[in-house]
């Protein structure tokens, strides 16, 4: 039924603890395929020896290192399963991760079921999408709440989804952030999405992590943010052309980017982002009294939004 694909690159210090969490789902009809994305260390032997001893793993060892998108891609080329679960090889898992999504997709005939999570670094753990309700959203509900950062995060992990929706959306392979370009897509087109926020999936937090600089934005790179910029762009024409009825919403969520990384670029003095910079302003200052009398604006970004100096009339 399930399909647990994990890309692992360079993690011998963390691959093997993910390794055991999963042979260790209290829900067992599942196959475990391991994409080793050219490791130089241990990971990739790591894998094989776990592999010799449960016949529900198989490893995948691609020559060189790939993309994220690229290597998930490959292991999905690789599953049979009716839904996938995508997991990073240096996180951990609560033992009943696959029996609580399972039974969430099967309970409500869903194409995506979707859990809470923590974030851990050390000692320190951050609830990350907990709540106590049960959610069951349409397709529109769903991506809303993407966007609006509430109780669903854009990464895989998290997440239990339906073949047909992956095969229909595959990964960008020549990208940075490769679930930017397909979470949106996934929730967009389910049919129905069962959500509870118990925290079954705990991300670590690293130097190494893909998306450390969340953390630290001091460390945000140029070419990361123009691929952000291209990708919500394309993400609003998307969402309009499918559900034109949310489009202030959906031209809202570019704007709130907007308005935040234009503060973070002039706080942090990211001068190689000046041009992106002067591009964002330049959107905003077109479509400034649109701005203004959007609904869903909050008042914090409104407060930011005046005092951006080069927001003109």
């Known amino acids: 039924m399930i ?64 993309s ?25 898992l609560e033992h009943d991760y696959l029996e609580y999504l399972m039974g969430l997709a099967e309970m409500h005939g869903a194409d995506i079921a979707v859990c809470g999570s923590n974030e851990f670094e050390n ?18 509900e769903a991506v809303k ?6 109780k669903i995060r854009a990464g895989l992990p998290t997440k239990l989804v339906k073949r047909s929706l992956l095969q229909e959306n595959p990964f960008v392979e020549d990208c940075y952030a490769e679930d930017i370009h397909t979470t949106y897509k996934l929730l967009a087109t389910c049919n129905r999405l069962a959500g509870k926020g118990e925290p ?24 990361v943010l123009e691929e952000y910029i291209e990708v919500y762009t394309e993400r609003c024409e998307y969402l309009i052309n499918l559900y034109p009825d949310e489009k202030e919403f959906w031209r809202y969520s570019v704007w709130s980017f907007y308005i935040s990384m234009c503060e973070k670029i002039k706080r942090y003095q990211l001068q190689d982002c000046k041009d992106l910079y002067d591009e964002m302003m330049q959107h905003m200052s077109t479509h400034k009294a ?24």
């Open 145 to 150: 709440l993407l966007l609006e950062r509430k």
């Open 68 to 92: 994220i998108g690229y290597g998930r891609n490959v292991g999905f080329d690789h599953s049979s399963g009716e839904y996938i679960a995508y997991v990073d090889d240096d996180d951990r």
């Open 123 to 140: 000692e320190v753990i951050s609830p990350q999408c907990v709540y106590e309700e049960e959610m069951i959203l349409s397709g529109k």
């Open 3 to 66: 399909s647990v694909i994990m890309l692992t690159y360079n993690r011998e210090r963390y691959v093997g603890k993910m390794i055991e969490d999963i042979l260790q789902q209290t829900y067992s009809d599942f196959e475990f395929v391991i994409v080793d994305n050219g490791s130089t260390d241990k990971s990739g032997c790591i894998a094989d020896e776990y592999a010799r001893k449960d016949k529900r793993i198989q490893v995948i060892h691609l020559t060189g290192k790939h």
């Open 200 to 223: 079954k999936y705990s991300f670590r937090r690293h130097i190494n992590n893909n998306t450390h600089f969340m953390d630290n934005f001091a460390l945000l790179k140029r070419d």
């Open 290 to 313: 649109e701005i203004e009398r959007c609904d869903y604006l909050r008042e914090e970004e409104r407060v930011v939004f005046a005092g951006l100096e080069d927001v003109k009339t």
